[in-house]
């Protein structure tokens, strides 16, 4: 493993068991990509028209770091106790965890530009149109280009470490090893139709077997969790589609 890679990768462990946060976590998991990978020119067909490419970032740009923060058990286990309300420890490990992924990232950047390597981020969340929906930046797609997972019925990324927990990814204008990721199924609803707990936990109902998200009646959802958390700062959330089989890790067995 390059030692450059090294050193990154225990810099988000290090920041990870410094948070200081209530919010707990399992083990950050971390993936690269080309910057040059053909699939982020897709992105503006696949997931939004306004999505932009790693140099449009980073003009130099050669890599594409992704790491995912796993919430630690009882933060799942919290939301999964009622299937209507969202538990308060979901909220606030939400708003922590995204506060946790802009200090991760910033810092990093600082980081590396003493060393003399650009590097830049989006926010982990909040940064779409609210008429449209759309992002510049979709850190779940780059994570699954980083091989650090794949998208569900749900739209969430299930990782090794599951799809409970949030994404981060920082662009730079070094080049890191980047290793050719297994294609596999990890959601059990495409790879044999056995679960469909997404879809029935969804307050909102905007998950069906046979359609797309429903990506406005989500957001209208959760615009409503806000309300009941305003104490909490900007906590459009909610995480139901995300308590089931894969909350800790693929639920298709491996071949």
């Known amino acids: 493993m390059d030692s450059l890679e090294l050193e990154i990768e225990q810099f988000i462990r290090d920041a990870v068991a410094a948070a200081g946060t209530v919010t707990e976590y399992r083990e950050p998991l971390v993936g690269c990509a080309r910057a040059d990978d053909p699939r982020f020119c897709t992105l503006r067909d696949e997931v939004s028209p306004i999505h932009v490419r790693p140099k ?10 992704s790491f995912f923060l796993p919430f630690a058990p ?5 939301n999964a106790r009622n299937r209507e309300k969202v538990a308060r420890e979901w909220a606030e490990a939400y708003v922590e965890t995204n506060a946790l992924i802009g200090r991760i990232s910033e810092q990093l950047a600082d980081e590396l530009a003493g060393r003399g390597i650009a590097a830049a981020a989006l926010p982990a969340t909040h940064n779409f149109d609210e008429a449209t929906l759309h992002s510049p930046w979709s850190h779940k797609s780059v994570a699954v280009i980083a091989g650090l997972g794949s998208f569900g019925l749900h739209q969430m990324v299930i990782t090794d470490a599951g799809c409970a927990g949030r994404f981060g990814s920082v662009v730079l204008d070094a080049e890191l090893p980047v290793r050719e990721a297994e ?26 077997a046979n359609r797309p998200l429903d990506k406005r009646r989500c957001h209208e959802h959760l615009h409503g969790v806000g ?4 104490d909490l700062g900007l906590v459009d959330v909610c995480g139901k589609c ?11 067995p491996p071949d």
Do not use: N
């Not at 449009?56 to 770091?65: F, I, S």
């Open 183 to 208: 294609a596999r199924e990890r959601c059990l609803a495409f790879y044999d139709r056995s679960c469909l707990e997404c879809v029935a936990r969804c307050p909102a109902s905007a998950l069906s």
């Open 74 to 78: 009882w933060v799942v286990e919290a």
């Open 56 to 65: 449009d970032l980073v003009p130099g740009a050669q890599t594409v770091l």
């Open 242 to 252: 995300a308590i089931g089989p894969c909350s800790f890790g693929p639920a298709v």
């Open 227 to 230: 309300r009941a958390y305003e």
